[in-house]
């Protein structure tokens, strides 16, 4: 008897899957998954949308990689084409991408990760009611968790019926987590994100100023992208030279031991969806240290595996990281529950698993 069809999607993806973002790198996950297992009867094959340019530049790139789309939908025979939902011009070209979809008869799933909403207290711009409208010829939608389905069915006015949970997932890069702790050790922490307010980068650099000078031994790594040598200075300027280390933009390869190492891992974000970082601290078996945005607690349960902060609050910061540190039992507590909680509910399969089911309802919806 012959083997079934493998469902196969075409996957828009803004910089292609060796760009540095969010996104890229969650399909990445995806990509080597799907590789690794050719029985889950998926095969998805990825296009760039905007390249690697930056602001306007992504007008140069994207003629080219419509051609491309287009020749690809007409005949490659996908049977799904799957959107990442973003604001500004990107909302157009994922309205003229689903319109070609719609003309080859193949359907679409639009996936949200967070950014495709106007700034609070910002006028809407033009292209909500243009993403609104591919939202609403889309065979399925997905967002990362309950709170978002709430919240983007509520902004674009839809059901909440019309909106599947797939939360991120990401590769299990650290099996034998959490690793065991030597005695007189530092404590290391990590913060894995871009050097900005938003992402409170800022703030957690004064609250390790305000740790105790008592305080058991910890060394801090920010590793990202963004102004590092004004954050070294001012490390400098705050007495934290010799414990804080920044190492700019780092590849995948390199940032992996950066999270085996980390017994804690700090997010004091303004705002997040569900932040890969955070998944991947709990992979390696990190307490969590973050502020409780967008569905962070469903990775993040208070008193369980961390510990919820304020954003732009550096005391509060200090405060929480000084409970961590400074006691071992409840830091090792934190740490395996980590891992518990990844294993349970983040592992790449159980992503991957999630995305056949979306799509085949898509599918069904489509015929």
């Known amino acids: 008897m012959t083997a079934p069809r493998p469902l196969r999607v075409l996957c828009i993806v803004p910089r292609g899957l060796k760009g540095r973002g969010g996104i890229e790198t969650l399909f990445s996950h995806v990509d080597e998954e799907l590789h690794a297992h050719p029985e889950l009867g998926l095969e998805m094959d ?76 910002e006028r809407q711009p033009g292209w909500v009611p243009v993403l609104r409208r591919v939202l609403e010829r889309a065979s399925a939608i997905i967002v990362l968790g309950d709170y978002w389905r709430g919240f983007v069915a509520g902004f674009y006015a ?11 997932g990401v590769a299990d890069f650290a099996p034998d ?50 102004d590092v040598a004004g954050f070294r200075e001012r490390a400098e300027t705050l007495g934290l030279s010799g414990r804080v280390e920044f190492t700019g933009w780092i590849a995948r390869d390199a940032i992996l031991p950066l999270y085996r190492q980390a017994d804690i891992v700090v997010l004091p974000s ?16 990190a307490a969590l240290v973050a502020t409780p945005v967008g569905s962070v607690p469903d990775v993040l ?52 698993g999630g995305l056949a089911k979306v799509y085949r309802k898509a599918l069904a919806v489509r015929q």
């Open 158 to 168: 839809m059901p909440a019926g019309r909106f599947d949970v797939v939360a991120n």
């Open 270 to 285: 303004r705002n997040e969806v569900l932040p890969v970082c955070l998944l991947e601290g709990a992979c390696a078996g």
């Open 177 to 226: 987590a959490p690793r065991p702790r030597e005695d007189g050790t530092p404590v290391r922490l990590l913060f894995a994100g871009n050097l900005t307010d938003a992402k409170g980068a800022a703030a957690l650099l004064q609250a390790l100023a305000l740790l105790p000078d008592d305080l058991p031994g910890w060394r801090m790594t920010f590793a990202g992208t963004g």
């Open 301 to 352: 349960r208070e008193g369980e595996n961390g510990l919820f902060i304020g954003p732009d609050d550096p005391e509060g910061i200090a405060r929480a990281l000084g409970r961590v540190i400074g006691d071992k039992a409840l830091l090792e507590t934190f740490r395996a529950a980590s891992r518990r909680i990844y294993k349970g509910h983040f592992g790449l399969e159980s992503m991957v």
């Open 46 to 121: 990825f296009l760039a949308s905007r390249g690697d340019a930056s602001g306007a530049g992504w007008v140069l790139h994207f003629p080219l990689a419509f051609l491309s789309y287009v020749w690809m939908v007409a005949t490659q025979r996908y049977d799904i084409v799957h959107l990442n939902a973003a604001t500004n011009a990107s909302a157009w070209r994922k309205w003229m991408m689903q319109g070609v979809a719609r003309l080859f008869g193949v359907a679409t799933v639009v996936h949200f990760h967070g950014s495709a909403f106007p700034k609070p207290g």
